[in-house]
């Protein structure tokens, strides 16, 4: 903020120091003859509506404005014709929405355009265009030059803007060549307007500029009809990028990213519903997600809250209106703000938060289109969400809730195949075998056998190596896929298992008793290991040495032990 108070400011010094000063220059070397003050006003309001309702090609406005001056100067003179410029000017702070502030903006523009009224004019000058000549071609040469003259050092100018803000920006374009093109509309426009206004009078008006601004006009709502298609277009190919994402979080990740860049919003927040709750999921920032310390809402609490009480979009154009009823978190830079609810099934799933730098950002046309995004999203997350619940039952234990017998087969062929391409060094597969455990069983109950199998997988989760993979072998046999460890360290690991298991105090409440109250049991284990390359070089053949070492190796030597694997 303080940033762009100091460029503005130093706009404004360069604007003080040249526009009215150069006005005052102007007025006194260059004034105006006898004005029809009518005309003056009719053009003012022509020059204003022109900047005011621009014209829009691929999303860039053009602007039409010459169309108008050129005959104020031709009528009146240089000063006349800056005077409506400068005006007409004034109309680009209400009509557009621009990563410069406004002020910012206003003095930049009408800097430049004073100086392209003044190097236009001595381009005129030069082709020997009079003030008040009616005299057809030596008129139409001279406002030809103003006119080239006008657009190509607006063009410079604007390119060396870029360069010096550090925007790419082409010096040849097909806009460059839509902006010369332009010159051929704007020509015979602006000499009608002249030469009707010298004999027709302030009737001229009626003939020409009402008819062009219902031109303009119906130009606007068909490029605002091909602007709402688009978006939709857009809009339906995230939605089918959303929906081939295979996990939640893969699509609120997508979503936000998706929708931020369509919408060009510096900021984007989403929450998640719970039972009257709403908790920030997701916070994206100028580009990038970051973390933000955000206390959860109620119902009717900041915008978001209100959104969820009243089920029901909000939309703030600058930020004196909502600034009241935020809740604890605005970035200082924060203006427009657009707030919908993201239902499903007439229930509201999720709130998101979109807010733009610039005032009066958004409009009632992208509330349908959001919409539209919203429930690809929420399809998506409902069929993310279903096959993550596939997957794991498909890949998980339902009992101890680790990675079952075929994911771990699939994922110890994959760490093989990296040992064999040198991504690791070696591998390890470490085998245990909960000792007795038919006793218990037998003496507690299956259900009692049952939570202890849970609560040895959660000793098992909390003891496993980055990296690697642990998951239930079968009935009470459990294995570890230890990639980039060797036999030596594999061997260590299963002695530390050893140790943890047998002094845990595995506390359950058996069913097989007449006094049902909580007990605690001691088991011990016994753990096979073997390691490649130095014992095979076959995925299954390893896990098969290692359930021999297990058995032929610990359970044969008295249990409640560790044994590697030896050829």
């Known amino acids: 903020m303080a940033v762009t108070m100091r460029s503005t400011m130093r706009y404004f010094i360069l604007w003080l120091?040249?526009?009215?000063?150069?006005?005052?220059?102007?007025?006194?070397?260059?004034?105006?003859?006898?004005?029809?003050?009518?005309?003056?006003?009719?053009?003012?309001?022509?020059?204003f509506l022109t900047?005011?309702?621009?014209?829009?090609?691929?999303?860039?406005?053009?602007?039409?404005?010459?169309?108008?001056?050129?005959?104020?100067?031709?009528?009146?003179?240089?000063?006349?014709?800056?005077?409506?410029?400068?005006?007409?000017?004034?109309?680009?702070?209400?009509?557009?929405?621009?990563?410069?502030?406004?002020?910012?903006?206003?003095?930049?523009?009408?800097?430049?355009?004073?100086?392209?009224?003044?190097?236009?004019?001595?381009?005129?000058?030069?082709?020997?265009?009079?003030?008040?000549?009616?005299?057809?071609?030596?008129?139409?040469?001279?406002?030809?030059?103003?006119?080239?003259?006008?657009?190509?050092?607006?063009?410079f100018v604007l390119k060396l803007l870029a360069v010096y803000k550090g925007v790419d920006s082409r010096f040849f374009s097909k806009g460059l060549l839509l902006d010369y093109a332009m010159v051929l509309v704007v020509l015979p426009l602006s000499l009608t307007l002249?030469?009707?206004?010298?004999?027709?009078?302030?009737?001229?008006?009626?003939?020409?500029?009402?008819?062009?601004?219902?031109?303009s006009l119906v130009i606007r709502l068909y490029n605002n009809s091909e602007k709402i298609n688009e978006k939709l277009k857009q809009a339906g190919d995230i939605g089918h990028g959303l929906s081939v994402l295979l996990t939640e979080k893969n699509v609120i990740d997508q979503f936000v990213l998706n929708v931020s860049d369509m919408f060009d919003v510096e900021y984007m927040y989403?929450?998640?519903?719970?039972?009257?709750?709403?908790?920030?999921?997701?916070?994206?920032?100028?580009?990038?997600?970051?973390?933000?310390?955000?206390?959860?809402?109620?119902?009717?609490?900041?915008?978001?809250?209100?959104?969820?009480?009243?089920?029901?979009?909000?939309?703030?154009?600058?930020?004196?209106?909502?600034?009241?009823?935020?809740?604890?978190?605005?970035?200082?830079?924060?203006?427009?703000?657009?707030?919908?609810?993201?239902?499903?099934?007439?229930e509201i799933e999720a709130v998101l938060f979109m807010a733009s730098d610039q005032k009066s950002y958004f409009d009632e046309?992208?509330?349908?289109?959001?919409?539209?995004?919203?429930?690809?999203?929420?399809?998506?997350?409902?069929?993310?969400?279903?096959?993550?619940?596939?997957?794991?039952?498909?890949?998980?234990?339902?009992?101890?809730?680790?990675?079952?017998?075929?994911?771990?087969?699939?994922?110890?062929?994959?760490e093989m195949d990296r040992l064999k391409n040198k991504e690791i060094d070696s591998l390890s597969v470490v085998m245990l075998d909960i000792d007795h455990f038919k006793q218990v069983n037998d003496r507690y109950g299956h259900q009692s056998g049952n939570d202890i199998l849970y609560m040895f997988a959660r000793k098992l989760e909390a003891a496993l190596p980055v990296g690697g993979t642990v998951g239930r072998f079968g009935g009470e046999e459990f294995v570890y896929i230890l990639p980039d460890m060797t036999k030596a360290d594999a061997v260590n690991f299963a002695e530390y298992l050893l140790d943890e298991i047998g002094g845990h105090d595995f506390t359950i409440i058996p069913d097989l008793?007449?006094?049902?109250?909580?007990?605690?049991?001691?088991?011990?284990?016994?753990?096979?290991?073997?390691?490649?390359?130095?014992?095979?070089?076959?995925?299954?053949?390893?896990?098969?040495?290692a359930d021999r070492a297990l058995y032929l190796g610990a359970k044969q030597a008295g249990r409640n032990r560790v044994a590697e694997y030896v050829k």
């Open 194 to 215: 002249y030469y009707l206004l010298q004999f027709v009078g302030v009737g001229a008006f009626l003939l020409l500029g009402i008819p062009f601004f219902f031109i």
């Open 270 to 346: 989403l929450f998640d519903h719970q039972d009257g709750w709403l908790e920030l999921l997701r916070s994206f920032e100028h580009d990038k997600f970051i973390e933000i310390d955000f206390a959860d809402l109620t119902a009717g609490q900041g915008i978001a809250g209100m959104v969820l009480a009243q089920n029901k979009p909000l939309i703030y154009s600058e930020r004196k209106e909502w600034e009241s009823i935020s809740k604890d978190y605005s970035p200082d830079g924060m203006q427009s703000v657009l707030c919908v609810p993201i239902s499903r099934n007439q």
């Open 17 to 47: 120091f040249t526009v009215p000063l150069g006005l005052i220059y102007v007025f006194l070397n260059y004034p105006p003859g006898q004005v029809n003050w009518i005309n003056i006003v009719v053009f003012t309001v022509f020059g």
């Open 365 to 414: 046309y992208q509330l349908k289109i959001l919409d539209l995004l919203c429930s690809y999203f929420t399809v998506s997350i409902e069929k993310a969400r279903y096959m993550e619940e596939a997957v794991t039952k498909n890949e998980r234990c339902a009992l101890t809730k680790l990675y079952n017998y075929r994911f771990l087969e699939e994922q110890l062929v994959y």
């Open 513 to 545: 008793v007449e006094d049902i109250q909580p007990l605690i049991v001691h088991i011990t284990s016994s753990i096979g290991v073997s390691s490649a390359p130095g014992d095979t070089d076959e995925a299954m053949v390893l896990l098969r040495n």
């Open 51 to 155: 900047v005011y309702y621009p014209i829009f090609r691929n999303g860039t406005p053009v602007f039409l404005v010459l169309w108008v001056t050129v005959p104020v100067f031709l009528m009146h003179g240089i000063f006349i014709e800056m005077i409506v410029m400068q005006i007409a000017i004034l109309a680009n702070i209400f009509s557009l929405s621009n990563k410069l502030p406004s002020l910012q903006r206003f003095f930049i523009n009408s800097t430049l355009f004073f100086f392209l009224s003044i190097i236009a004019a001595i381009a005129f000058g030069l082709a020997g265009g009079e003030i008040g000549s009616i005299d057809f071609w030596p008129v139409f040469i001279a406002v030809f030059c103003y006119q080239v003259v006008h657009t190509v050092f607006n063009d």
